[in-house]
Structures are given as C-alpha cells and as structure tokens.
C-alpha cells in the first residue's frame, strides 16, 4: 500500500499561481505514475496531470494545458502541481493519485491510493 499525503492548496486571485505537493511513502517501488485529478462541487472527479515515474512523459487534461507542470522529485518520491494563470474555474478539490499499473492515464482503472484532497479556490 502507498500512503500519499498531499499540501499547498489555498486562496488565490484570477492569474496568480500555487504549487500543490504529494509525497508518497510505502510500497513507492510499485509505482507506474502518478498525477492530479480534481473535483469541483456538483461535478464528478476528472483528470489534471500525470507523469510516468520512470520515464517523465507527462500528460495534461486540454483545460490546463499550457497552464499547469506537473515536476517529480523521484529521489523524494514526490509530484507537485505548478497551477499558473489560475481562473475560478479551477477552483476544486485537487487529489494526489497512484497509478501501480500502466493504463489509460486518464481514467482510475489504474490507480490504487489516493491523498486526502485540498482545496484551490481561486476569487475573480
């Protein structure tokens, strides 16, 4: 089992920025990738970013393409979110995500550990 802790969420205004982070301990050696889904209230939980561990490919959600990094510290066994230009519609629940498997990145099927959430909300 990996164990994902998450932090960095917050307030934020229109085209400002923040950085989220997870760290991961446990069964890290099981790791396939690991990304950022979010949730805002009334809507379901969809794909941000992800990235392979071993190869750093990285894949974004076409909303925060050109917006968002998702950076890994592998040595750490960390993933961050760099989220600039911010706009309210970013405002959600962000969760950190394990993937133990290779799948279609941006679906769950592959994902076995979650971080407790944080909250972005980002003021017009």
């Known amino acids: 089992q990996v164990q994902l802790v998450e932090s960095g969420g917050g307030l934020v205004q229109a085209g400002g920025s923040l950085r989220l982070s997870c760290a991961a301990s446990?069964?890290?050696?099981?790791?396939?990738?690991m990304g950022w889904f979010r949730q805002a209230p009334g809507k379901e939980r969809e794909f941000v970013a992800a990235?392979?561990?071993?190869?750093?490919?990285?894949s974004y959600a076409g909303s925060v393409k050109g917006r968002f990094t998702i950076p890994r510290d592998a040595a750490k066994n960390t993933v961050y979110l760099q989220m600039n230009s911010l706009q309210p519609e970013d405002t959600a629940v962000y969760y950190c995500?394990?993937?133990?498997?290779?799948?279609?990145?941006?679906?769950?099927?592959?994902?076995?550990?979650w971080g407790q959430g944080t909250q972005v909300t980002v003021s017009s």
């Open positions: 990235i392979t561990w071993s190869g750093g490919t990285t």
């Open positions: 995500a394990h993937y133990y498997r290779a799948v279609t990145i941006t679906n769950t099927r592959g994902i076995d550990s």
């Open positions: 446990g069964r890290t050696f099981s790791t396939y990738a």
